[in-house]
């Protein structure tokens, strides 16, 4: 059974650019969080899709924007991509969160370096 | 809003001895706490999780967190360490809007 999958492992990028970041769910998972991990810090909560639909947002700007599609991967966009995006950035995957103590399962990350 | 405040940057223990990570954590509800562990280059991993069955809660490889509403504590444990255990280990709260709140995470170094 396959984990959590994301894509590219490591991108580099120069100022202003986008992006985009993929990730595949853990087989029968339909919930699909993304999460910030910059050097030496957690990971920040980015935002959580479900049934296609954006259901959950962090404090990150709308140059951060996601999608959802039918078979449940997902997309991360980050547009005019600044310095401080450097970071790894990690997908998570899990059943709809109907309670907090459901299990979200990560995936290895993708490296983002901004130059 | 939920948060949770590693107490410890960097935990050093020798091969055998035990390891503690403290993690406190503040929440206006019932919370649901987690332990996770990242290896180098590698994703995050579920040790436990504490559900509000039972305030003692054990876990993979070994480790087990105690939850003491009394003090806001979910301190992590293991009696005897590793040379694998050596990691960065992250305390995690989820509340009712379901996103996981990480703490800063405390680096794990096994000394042989």
């Known amino acids: 059974d396959a984990g959590v999958t994301q894509s590219p492992t490591h991108l580099i990028k120069t100022r202003g650019q986008q992006v985009t970041l993929r990730c595949s769910p853990k087989?029968?998972?339909?919930?699909v969080s993304w999460y910030q991990q910059a050097l030496g810090q957690g990971p920040q909560f980015i935002f959580q899709?479900?049934?296609?639909?954006?259901?959950q947002r962090g404090n990150f700007p709308d140059r951060f924007s996601g999608h959802q599609f039918p078979n449940y991967s997902s997309e991360l966009n980050v547009n005019a991509l600044l310095l401080g995006d450097s970071a790894l950035y990690l997908c998570?995957?899990?059943?709809?969160?109907?309670?907090?103590?459901?299990?979200?399962?990560f995936g290895p990350g993708t490296r983002l370096t901004v130059l | 809003a939920q948060s949770v405040t590693q107490l410890d940057s960097h935990v050093s223990v020798s091969e055998g001895t035990p390891v503690l990570l403290r993690c406190n954590y503040s929440?206006?509800?019932?919370?649901?706490l987690f332990w996770y562990v990242q290896h180098p280059n590698k994703g995050l991993q579920l040790l436990l999780k504490?559900?509000?069955?039972?305030?003692l809660v054990k876990g993979i490889n070994g480790f087990e967190a105690e939850f003491k509403k009394s003090e806001t504590s979910f301190h992590l444990t293991k009696p005897s360490a590793h040379m694998s255990d050596a990691a960065e280990y992250f305390c995690?709260?989820?509340?009712?809007?379901?996103?996981?709140?990480f703490g800063a995470g405390t680096t794990v170094t096994v000394r042989a």
């Open positions: 998570a995957s899990s059943l709809v969160l109907a309670l907090s103590t459901d299990t979200q399962y």
């Open positions: 087989s029968g998972h339909d919930t």
């Open positions: 899709y479900y049934e296609e639909e954006e259901r």
């Open positions: 929440s206006s509800y019932s919370p649901s």
């Open positions: 504490y559900t509000s069955a039972a305030t």
């Open positions: 995690v709260v989820s509340v009712a809007d379901y996103k996981l709140s």
